[in-house]
């Protein structure tokens, strides 16, 4: 199969108008959450996901992806306007951004804004396509060992990229990992941790885990001292950058996706990441880094890019080796298991459509968030000025009910009830639940993979280190473990983490 | 000057993995464990128990060693509310339907906010309660009971 027929079929499906009209919900979605500050995509899509039974696994997958990479357009258009940047990656955004809208340049900030993005998902959607195939045929030979050794990798490399502490980082994911065991065990049918209750047997619900753990937490910190005024907005007088804009934010653009899309398919990596890494690159690229702060045009047109690249290729290790590199990805993990798809390199050879109506949705995606942000700007800023007190119930409404839905019962709230009390705890005691999600999502396929490996080699450990692939995925997790000891790295580490929580 | 260890968000977090970590030990032992070729449930989570534990006594450790500041303050009333708005709502969902439980929700959490005005806060519930009905049973069709019995 070539890559044009590929996407004939991908567009096929993409876009029936049923699609469409998932696609423009998911991103018009996408959009309103990432103007507001607070909500996140993580969150949104886990109140989302019990809706999405009922939903045929594409349209499915289309909307919530459109609410992933719109929630960085929408994040940004608030950042520029009003210097209340609604995602994390949209901070740097507000840098610059929001300096060119108060030099009566708001017009301009939000068209380069818009434009960088939708150059940035094109390119790295036409990436995603090129790349993932390739991947997915590599990835077909893999064994059980080469699976666990490639998952560890995976675990790894989310453990360094997460805030904060490594050793408490490595903690969460060994309480996801434990978590993951609840229920009973395929092999020999014993229960674990089941604690004589019925539900608990089929395990814990990863949905109702990520809503409590991002959802129900997020509320009960933000609740006692979030209010919201009505914020002053700059005035948008010339709507098109000059030509001179578009000469110095080409460059950056470019470069932005290129560093997006790198650090977009690394596990633990995302919007965020690339963002303030495109920021940094930018400045030291640049000819006048004294510009950056007051209005230049690169900080703005850089870091936009980057987050939409990678927001694109965070896809990839999901869709073609079942490895998700962050939380989002690990939530459209469980919209296929929902769906009865094992994420895998086999999805791209058994749900051919699925696959490229996906990639090609993408692109759609981009586009209709270009005709939808510039008209719709007024709206944002008007959505950003609804009292939280009005806002965090409506969520609470929105979550209970969907989790009502999955089983058509009441223990699935409770268990979210439970974690969102353990996720406030957690942001108490600095601890990041995005590992612990990961943990749980990649711990039962860990298990099986050990036990299958240890089968074969009749309990032999050493055929993680003889077989070639495992072996070269074990050294580079070693590696990276190593690269973080390094004091120079060690620093710039936290430079980066410190940047973002200021 | 540091506060006590078990004031510190590391050393809150180091002894929680250590609980957990040395039950999940204990949990785990009862399992059958198998060997290394084939294993049985508990070696799994024995062996990640094992290493939750290592981990927390580790980060405890390091807590005690390094001067840190407080924990943020972990606010009772915010989380109480929240929480038993939805544990309240969730369990009179079933039994006295979504006209009920709605209401319950929005009036429970509402304790979580400094300030409450009610006329806020009834005008919400019955917003919220139309919307919930609107979107859930009519939109989607879900069957959820919008009266009790």
Same mark, same amino acid.
């Given at each position: 199969?070539?890559?044009?027929?590929?996407?004939?079929?991908?567009?096929?499906?993409?876009?029936?108008?049923?699609?469409?009209?998932?696609?423009?919900?998911?991103?018009?979605?996408?959009?309103?959450?990432?103007?507001?500050?607070?909500?996140?995509?993580?969150?949104?899509?886990?109140?989302?996901?019990?809706?999405?039974?009922?939903?045929?696994?594409?349209?499915?997958?289309?909307?919530?992806?459109?609410?992933?990479?719109?929630?960085?357009?929408?994040?940004?258009?608030?950042?520029?306007?009003?210097?209340?940047?609604?995602?994390?990656?949209?901070?740097?955004?507000?840098?610059?951004?929001?300096?060119?809208?108060?030099?009566?340049?708001?017009?301009?900030?939000?068209?380069?804004?818009?434009?960088?993005?939708?150059?940035?998902?094109?390119?790295?959607?036409?990436?995603?396509?090129?790349?993932?195939?390739?991947?997915?045929?590599?990835?077909?030979?893999?064994?059980?060992?080469?699976?666990?050794?490639?998952?560890?990798?995976?675990?790894?490399?989310?453990?360094?990229?997460?805030?904060?502490?490594?050793?408490? !980082?490595?903690?969460?994911? &060994?309480? $996801?990992? @434990? +978590? %993951?065991?609840?229920?009973?065990? *395929?092999?020999?049918? /014993?229960?674990?941790?089941?604690?004589?209750?019925?539900?608990?047997?089929?395990?814990?619900?990863?949905?109702?885990?990520?809503?409590?753990?991002?959802?129900?937490?997020?509320?009960?910190?933000?609740?006692?001292?979030?209010?919201?005024?009505?914020?002053?907005?700059?005035?948008?007088?010339?709507?098109?950058?000059?030509?001179?804009?578009?000469?110095?934010?080409?460059?950056? !653009?470019?470069?932005?996706? &290129?560093? $997006?899309? @790198? +650090? %977009?398919?690394?596990?633990?990596? *995302?919007?965020?990441? /690339?963002?303030?890494?495109?920021?940094?690159?930018?400045?030291?690229?640049?000819?006048?880094?004294?510009?950056?702060?007051?209005?230049?045009?690169?900080?703005?047109?850089?870091?936009?890019?980057?987050?939409?690249?990678?927001?694109?290729?965070?896809?990839?290790?999901?869709?073609?080796?079942?490895?998700?590199?962050?939380?989002?990805?690990?939530?459209?993990?469980?919209?296929?298991?929902?769906?009865?798809?094992?994420? $895998?390199?086999?999805?791209?050879?058994?749900?051919?459509?699925?696959?490229?109506?996906?990639?090609?949705?993408?692109?759609?995606?981009?586009?209709?968030?270009?005709?939808?942000?510039?008209?719709?700007?007024?709206?944002?800023?008007?959505?950003?000025?609804?009292?939280?007190?009005?806002?965090?119930?409506?969520?609470?409404?929105?979550?209970?009910?969907?989790?009502?839905?999955?089983?058509?019962?009441?223990?699935?709230?409770?268990?979210?009830?439970?974690?969102?009390?353990?996720?406030?705890?957690?942001?108490?005691?600095?601890?990041?639940?995005?590992?612990?999600?990961?943990?749980?999502?990649?711990?039962?396929?860990?298990?099986?993979?050990?036990?299958?490996?240890?089968?074969?080699?009749?309990?032999?450990?050493?055929?993680?280190?003889?077989?070639?692939?495992?072996?070269?995925?074990?050294?580079?997790?070693?590696?990276?473990?190593?690269?973080?000891?390094?004091?120079?790295?060690?620093?710039?580490?936290?430079?980066?983490?410190?940047?973002?929580?200021? | 000057?540091?506060?006590?260890?078990?004031?510190?968000?590391?050393?809150?977090?180091?002894?929680?993995?250590?609980?957990?970590?040395?039950?999940?030990?204990?949990?785990?032992?009862?399992?059958?464990?198998?060997?290394?070729?084939?294993?049985?449930?508990?070696?799994?989570?024995?062996?990640?128990?094992?290493?939750?534990?290592?981990?927390?006594?580790?980060?405890?450790?390091?807590?005690?060693?390094?001067?840190?500041?407080?924990?943020?303050?972990?606010?009772?009333?915010?989380?109480?509310?929240?929480?038993?708005?939805?544990?309240?709502?969730?369990?009179?969902?079933?039994?006295?339907?979504?006209?009920?439980?709605?209401?319950?929700?929005?009036?429970?959490?509402?304790?979580?906010?400094?300030?409450?005005?009610?006329?806020?806060?009834?005008?919400?519930?019955?917003?919220?309660?139309?919307?919930?009905?609107?979107?859930?049973?009519?939109?989607?069709?879900?069957?959820?009971?919008?009266?009790?019995?």
């Amino acid at each position: 199969m070539d890559i044009l027929s590929n996407l004939a079929l991908g567009f096929g499906t993409s876009l029936q108008p049923a699609n469409l009209l998932y696609c423009f919900v998911g991103v018009l979605l996408g959009t309103a959450i990432g103007v507001l500050p607070g909500l996140g995509p993580l969150a949104t899509i886990s109140m989302l996901l019990p809706l999405t039974y009922a939903l045929d696994p594409v349209s499915a997958l289309i909307m919530l992806s459109g609410i992933y990479y719109g929630a960085q357009y929408g994040g940004s258009t608030t950042a520029i306007l009003v210097n209340l940047p609604g995602e994390a990656s949209s901070v740097v955004t507000a840098l610059d951004g929001h300096k060119m809208a108060q030099n009566g340049r708001a017009g301009a900030a939000l068209a380069i804004a818009a434009l960088a993005s939708v150059y940035a998902g094109t390119i790295s959607t036409a990436f995603v396509a090129g790349f993932s195939p390739i991947l997915a045929s590599v990835a077909l030979s893999f064994g059980p060992a080469d699976y666990f050794s490639l998952m560890v990798l995976g675990l790894v490399a989310a453990i360094i990229l997460a805030h904060g502490s490594l050793l408490k !980082a490595i903690g969460m994911v &060994l309480v $996801g990992l @434990i +978590l %993951g065991t609840v229920g009973i065990d *395929g092999n020999s049918g /014993a229960y674990r941790f089941t604690f004589g209750s019925l539900e608990l047997t089929t395990g814990l619900e990863f949905v109702s885990i990520a809503m409590g753990l991002f959802a129900f937490a997020d509320i009960i910190a933000n609740v006692s001292h979030k209010t919201t005024g009505a914020p002053t907005v700059h005035k948008i007088t010339s709507l098109w950058p000059t030509k001179q804009d578009f000469r110095e934010a080409t460059p950056a !653009a470019t470069r932005g996706t &290129l560093l $997006g899309s @790198i +650090l %977009g398919i690394l596990p633990g990596g *995302g919007a965020a990441l /690339a963002s303030f890494s495109a920021y940094t690159l930018e400045k030291k690229v640049s000819k006048h880094p004294e510009r950056f702060g007051n209005g230049a045009v690169e900080g703005v047109a850089g870091p936009e890019a980057a987050n939409n690249a990678a927001a694109q290729t965070s896809f990839i290790p999901m869709l073609t080796l079942g490895i998700p590199s962050n939380g989002t990805m690990a939530l459209m993990m469980g919209a296929m298991m929902i769906h009865n798809i094992a994420p $895998g390199p086999q999805v791209i050879v058994q749900q051919p459509a699925l696959f490229w109506g996906l990639i090609t949705s993408m692109f759609v995606g981009n586009v209709l968030l270009v005709l939808l942000n510039l008209p719709l700007v007024g709206v944002w800023v008007k959505l950003i000025s609804v009292p939280y007190r009005y806002l965090f119930p409506a969520i609470l409404m929105f979550c209970v009910i969907g989790l009502y839905s999955i089983q058509n019962q009441t223990f699935e709230i409770l268990v979210a009830a439970v974690f969102g009390l353990l996720g406030y705890l957690f942001m108490r005691m600095r601890c990041e639940a995005a590992p612990l999600l990961l943990g749980f999502i990649l711990g039962p396929m860990l298990e099986s993979n050990l036990k299958r490996a240890m089968l074969l080699s009749k309990g032999d450990m050493s055929t993680f280190v003889t077989r070639p692939i495992s072996a070269v995925m074990l050294g580079l997790a070693v590696l990276l473990l190593l690269t973080v000891f390094l004091p120079q790295l060690r620093k710039k580490r936290e430079e980066v983490f410190a940047e973002e929580e200021a | 000057m540091g506060e006590r260890f078990y004031k510190t968000a590391d050393g809150q977090s180091g002894l929680f993995f250590t609980a957990l970590g040395a039950f999940v030990v204990w949990q785990a032992s009862t399992y059958s464990i198998g060997t290394v070729a084939k294993m049985g449930p508990g070696y799994f989570p024995l062996v990640l128990g094992i290493l939750l534990t290592i981990v927390g006594l580790a980060v405890t450790l390091r807590s005690i060693r390094t001067s840190q500041e407080a924990a943020a303050k972990f606010e009772w009333r915010s989380a109480g509310a929240i929480t038993a708005a939805i544990v309240l709502s969730g369990l009179l969902l079933l039994t006295a339907g979504l006209v009920i439980a709605i209401p319950v929700l929005v009036i429970v959490s509402s304790f979580a906010a400094r300030e409450h005005r009610w006329s806020n806060i009834l005008w919400t519930s019955i917003a919220l309660t139309a919307a919930a009905y609107l979107v859930f049973i009519v939109g989607l069709g879900l069957r959820i009971p919008l009266f009790w019995g």
